[in-house]
């Protein structure tokens, strides 16, 4: 089955402790991005990825990290969580065929930092 | 950058009804205009979508219209069922950007009252 796995679903952690959600895509997709959505502030996109060792920042990246060293794979990192990190985070891929082939999202990640 | 902005924030609808969701953009250069329906718990999906060479678009009960002059964009779908209720997103992208650099408006929450 096609599909974005995200890793773990629910994550409960404390401010300053590192902590990497897992993305994985078996769509050969050269396209993966991270969004965080928040209540009343819709989805905002974190980092993308347009392919191997290429990744560029969207629009909220401060305080996470990325990297893309294989296609199936694009991890977010939190090098040192804080509360306002707290959110449901999506990874999502897409085809590179000018960019108009949907979004795949994962079934999300709901962290809470305390 | 671009700034996308929805309304309402949230719509309640008898069964049958139409509902519409409406969406304003401000970057002029932005020719890719997708809406996104997230159920409860769920992950976001592409329900339909539109590029800026075409007004229109339809798909069964739901349509997607486009006034380029104006920068506004609306989702209609007509005969609402319960199974319709959901957050929904539009989203804008520049020219040759596609699914790579959406942003996304804050979301609709439509209620489908039998």
């Known amino acids: 089955e096609a599909q974005v796995t995200q890793n773990p679903r629910y994550l409960i952690t404390v401010t300053g402790k590192k902590l990497t959600v897992t993305c994985s895509q078996n769509m050969n997709h050269e396209y993966m991005s991270w969004y965080r959505q928040d209540p009343g502030l819709g989805l905002r996109q974190i980092y993308y990825s347009m392919n191997v060792e290429v990744t560029d920042k969207g629009d909220v990246p401060e305080g996470y990290k990325v990297s893309r060293k294989e296609k199936r794979n694009f991890p977010l990192i939190l090098e040192s969580p804080s509360p306002n990190q707290t959110s449901l985070y999506f990874c999502a891929s897409s085809l590179r065929d000018r960019g108009y082939s949907p979004l795949h999202f994962g079934n999300g990640t709901r962290l809470t930092v305390t | 950058g671009e700034n996308v902005e929805q309304h309402p924030s949230t719509l309640s609808v008898q069964e049958g009804d139409s509902a519409v969701i409406k969406c304003t953009y401000s970057d002029s250069a932005s020719n890719y205009f997708p809406w996104y329906k997230q159920e409860l718990g769920k992950r976001p999906q592409l329900i339909i979508d539109i590029r800026s060479n075409v007004g229109e678009k339809k798909d069964q009960r739901i349509a997607v219209t486009l006034n380029k002059t104006a920068k506004h964009f609306s989702l209609h779908i007509t005969e609402t069922q319960p199974e319709d209720s959901a957050v929904y997103f539009c989203?804008?992208?520049?020219?040759?950007?596609?699914?790579?650099?959406?942003?996304f408006g804050k979301g609709t929450k439509l209620s489908v009252i039998p």
């Open positions: 989203a804008a992208s520049p020219d040759g950007a596609g699914s790579y650099q959406l942003t």
